[in-house]
């Protein structure tokens, strides 16, 4: 393992460095998605249980307990998160017939942190540490926890076993419990700004680099991501609708994009009647550059109370896009309201 961190992670690292010397039983780290808070936790996590950690809090990669978390076997180590996460997500029940194996691993992997996953950390706590040191738990993102996890986290951060730290991110702090937020030493992760993140997605050998990562709101490995996908098909052809709203438009969108996970198009439109917003007040575009003549049109045309009707029904939206009762449905009235808005 790699025990780099992004560069726009420096000075978080040199902040984070300040609170080991009095250590939190529980950091909850907070920021946008795909700036890379997952791995700056879990370097931190190596840098925690390394037997030879350098001046500047970075794991020395050469002790066994470097070893073993390179080799993701480390005794005093737990990581937990969602199994849709995984490579290769557990099977409930593995000791199960053949049969079984093969219709739990055919299930769909769940996008929550359940109670079971808390649970087993029980015994793991209990115990004494392998090599008398800190036995740390790596948990992400804290909005997957669903509230029968929340709560048995919540009683486990109530009554910190002694010597162990847990080490959660967050993309959200709104959709976490405020009882688990009051138990954790809140840790802000910022944004990189365009240059840095740029520049790194450049030297990563990202094509058309600048437009990813608009789109992407700024986040890096998001805009990584998206690019090595190799196709803005999808997003196209909503930014399409968007762009000429009209009713047949939408339902033909929808039907087109009903197997898309919804969290995708939810945030485009998110980002697009942002745009329209900013352009409106400002005169200014954040995600969609290449959309100009048709956002500054748009921003002409719909009145402010309408817009911000609009911003606040997809940010409603955003809340239930994991969990539709129908997929195209959700689309259709989702874009139906925006052709709407934008017809009036």
């Known amino acids: 393992m790699s025990h780099s961190i992004y560069p726009w992670q420096e000075s978080s690292w040199r902040q984070l460095q300040t609170l080991r010397q009095r250590m939190p039983h529980a950091i909850l780290f907070h920021g946008a998605a795909g700036i890379g808070k997952a791995d700056f936790i879990e370097r931190f996590a190596q840098g925690l249980l390394c037997e030879a950690v350098l001046p500047d809090g970075h794991a020395c990669g050469q002790c066994a307990s470097c ?116 138990r954790c030493r809140k840790f802000a992760m910022l944004m990189p700004t365009h240059a840095e993140a740029l520049a790194w997605l450049k030297e990563q050998g990202v094509p058309d680099a600048d437009s990813w990562l608009r789109e992407q709101g700024g986040a890096p490995l998001a805009a990584m991501a998206q690019a090595e996908n190799g196709s803005r098909e999808e997003l196209e052809t ?30 485009w ?16 575009i954040r995600y969609y550059p290449r959309y100009q003549k048709e956002l500054a049109g ?20 955003r809340a239930t896009a994991d969990h539709p009762l129908s997929p195209k449905l959700f689309l259709e009235d989702m874009l139906l309201e925006y052709a709407n808005c934008c017809e009036r």
């Open 67 to 182: 070893g073993w978390f390179s080799q993701q076997n480390h005794p005093d180590y737990r990581r937990v998160r969602p199994e849709s996460m995984e490579d290769e997500p557990a099977a409930e029940g593995e000791e199960g017939d053949g049969e079984a194996k093969k219709a739990a691993k055919s299930k769909t992997p769940s996008k929550e942190i359940k109670i079971e996953q808390i649970r087993s950390l029980a015994d793991f706590m209990n115990i004494s540490t392998h090599r008398q040191g800190l036995r740390v738990v790596v948990l992400y993102p804290a909005e997957a926890l669903n509230m029968p996890a929340s709560n048995a986290l919540l009683k486990t951060l109530e009554e910190p076993p002694p010597g162990t730290v847990f080490l959660v991110a967050s993309n959200g702090l709104d959709r976490v419990l405020p009882t688990i937020l009051s």
């Open 298 to 317: 748009l921003a002409d045309k719909i009145h402010v109370s309408r817009l911000m009707a609009a911003i606040k029904g997809a940010n409603e939206r």
């Open 269 to 284: 439109l998110q980002r697009w009647l942002y745009d329209v917003f900013s352009y409106k007040l400002a005169g200014n």
């Open 238 to 267: 909503l930014l399409q609708l968007l762009a000429h709203p009209s009713v047949e438009g939408a339902l033909k969108v929808a039907d087109k994009l009903q197997k898309v996970p919804l969290a995708g198009p939810v945030s």
